[in-house]
């Protein structure tokens, strides 16, 4: 598929050519992943940010969001199930916070990797080569980070850098690529100011960089940051009739079309588009090109402050009920639970 046949599959409306879409990223997945459907644990370690960025709940400049950042012992607790949920790995995210030390997760790692066992993903925003490297040599197999958008004046207004620094998420990745981490990044879809070109563009940035992982989701509206208002508005009037809604249809095409591209890659039915559509998101993720699921495993009391954007499925379960749920729709739809890691396809034949 070039580039312009992307742009073309992407603004398609007729219902015959949508089922023809569908059929074909489902069949791809089917035939380069299989049927299993591999769960991620997600721990959402915690929520102080020093970034600004524009559409985040948590950012730092987010009013009213009462602060946390778990303990060691909350970590491996949430590990603990992650193991009797039969999960294959766990996924540390947060804002990005000085105060989650490289020293400090480097232990937190070792703890997880020594009482488990278990595959560890890490998504915990820019960080400098050194916490990087030290995470890696603690155990830390994977790295999420996710570029956003491949419109670079786009992502400097909704991702400023800190002062000093440029930020630039493709190179960091390839970094982490080197230093021996599975690399997983993504966009969100429908983002003011994102144009059908755009979104083109960012299927091929996955396919030229061969991402292992390439989380889509909607872009949700979180209330009183600068995207929800003004800066979006102003962005969405440039756009004009380019601009890409953020609806679960827009979100399913560009799953639908990164499977095509990426046939091999790991790829969730993520948390926004089940918050998008809590009826059917999931499923349609998982029918369209999907073949991974994050549960949710944060305790109660902090994962109601982790709000990067309001709604969130799942927000008001406890993780026992989460992993019971989810694995009952996974067999539902004639898949299985993905046994044991679930390394991505390029990585295992290395
Ligand atoms: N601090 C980490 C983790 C951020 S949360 C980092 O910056 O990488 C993980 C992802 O959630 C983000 O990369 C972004 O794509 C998504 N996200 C953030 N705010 C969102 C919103 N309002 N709507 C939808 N997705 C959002």
Redesign the pocket.
Known sequence: MTRDEILRWLKVADTDDLERLWAAADATRHRYVGDEVHLRGLIEVSNV?Q?S?A???IAACAPRVERYRMTQEDILECADKALEYGFGTVVM????DPGITGDWMAETIQKIKHRTGLAITL????RCEADLRAWRDAGADRY???F?TTDPDLYRRIHPSLPGGVSDRIHQLLRMRELGFEIGT???VGLPGQTWETLANDIWTFRDYAMDMI?I??????PG?P?DGPLGEMLQVEAATEQVPNDPLTTLKTLALTRLVCPETNIPSTT?LATLDPASGRANGLQRGANVIMPNLTQSKYRVLYQ??PGKAGLHETADITAARIRNQIETLGRRVGVGPGTSPRMAQR
């Open positions: 940010c970034r960025c559409y985040c709940g995210q947060a804002g990005e998504s915990l925003g820019e999420l980070l996710r956003e993504g966009v969100m989380g989701g909607p872009y949700i509206p979180s940051t995207l926004a990067i954007y």
